[in-house]
């Protein structure tokens, strides 16, 4: 079984600060995906990357097949960043039997954004 | 188009009560999945299904059936609540197998 460690847990910043949030997983991967849960509980998908770097608006993420490890970047943060991060992978031996739609989900990093 | 809806938002069952936990998409996906999450715990697979007539287990599938009998609803049932099933609960749907997913507003439930 995949096992995906995000750090840190919390993170607390001032905004316009420069965030970066890791992710870490332990065996090949299909894709990569972040997703963002706001305080009321909705989640939404913010990436889904296989290799490379994908930038959308202020955010950014990146991944490094080789090194098993993915971050996600804010600029210029926003209160209104603030809201839970997580990191899922699919597919690749040892996560949910290589199925590509089958997610394993880290335990979120909490991101507060103070004005 | 509303993407992916859950009904209801909150639920308070006693110990022993069953109830049925719906979601509907209408973006004509064919994949869809049921998950729970736990304070301090990532999201936890418990059934998912690749199309109408075709479901499976996933990593917590113990107290929990579910049934896709049209593409648009896969609703997940609680036959004998336990205070181990408080959660919140969320579907999700994708259009291809290694597509990205959507999910629902999600449903609070609580069994005491």
């Known amino acids: 079984k995949n096992e995906v460690e995000q750090s840190p847990q919390n993170l607390t910043a001032q905004e316009g600060e420069f965030i970066t949030i890791n992710c870490s997983y332990s065996?090949?991967?299909?894709?990569l995906h972040w997703l963002q849960q706001h305080p009321g509980g909705g989640i939404v998908s913010l990436f889904m990357l296989s290799s490379g770097k994908k930038k959308h608006g202020r955010l950014i993420a990146t991944i490094n097949i080789q090194e098993k490890h993915s971050s996600l970047h804010i600029t210029a943060s926003h209160p209104r960043d603030s809201a839970v991060y997580i990191c899922a992978v699919s597919g690749g031996m040892g996560n949910s039997g290589g199925s590509n739609y089958k997610l394993t989900f880290g335990k979120g990093t909490l991101l507060t954004v103070n004005p | 188009n509303a993407g992916v809806t859950q009904t209801p938002k909150f639920r308070i069952l006693k110990i022993g009560q069953s109830m049925t936990l719906q979601c509907t998409q209408d973006?004509?996906?064919?994949?869809m999945y049921w998950y729970r999450q736990d304070p301090g715990m990532g999201l936890k697979l418990i059934y998912y299904s690749v199309g109408a007539g075709i479901t499976d287990k996933g990593e917590v599938p113990n107290g929990y059936n579910v049934s896709r009998s049209t593409t648009e609803d896969f609703p997940l049932r609680l036959e004998l609540a336990a205070p181990s099933q408080t959660s919140v609960y969320f579907c999700a749907s994708s259009l291809a197998q290694s597509g990205g997913q959507f999910f629902g507003p999600g449903t609070r439930l609580t069994v005491l």
């Open positions: 973006m004509n996906h064919n994949y």
């Open positions: 065996v090949g991967i299909s894709a």
